[in-house]
């Protein structure tokens, strides 16, 4: 069994600009499963780069409310991975200026053959 390897890179995501109507954004997910290999690229999407089979990956996001209300946040994985993903607080309320961090793990099963995955992270606020 590999060794777990977290990677964590903390990338920064600010919602100002964005369409007060609009109710979700969404964060591309890659990783490349390769077996004795470890990385990470750094990019405008979540890119876990090449992860072992077996083993997991960790970022980290600050999420931030340049909104002028509060708003309600909560995350979905969807896609080919997105049973590997999962975020350290899925739902919670965010005050006008507040931030949270939030971990994204991805944990790639034992079993996964080599190649190319793909999916998203949906962020949802109301």
Known sequence: MATAILIAVAAVL????????????VFPIHVKVEKGVAGFNVT????????????????TILVNNTFPHPRNIYFAAEGQIAKWVSVSNNSFPLGYGEEADIDVFLAVPPDTESGDYYGTLVLYYR
């Not at 405008?44 to 970022?59: A, N, R, T, V, Y």
């Open 14 to 25: 600010f919602f100002a600009g964005l369409d007060l109507d609009k109710q979700k954004t």
């Open 44 to 59: 405008d999407k979540l890119e876990f780069g090449s992860i072992p089979p077996g083993s997991s990956g960790k970022k």
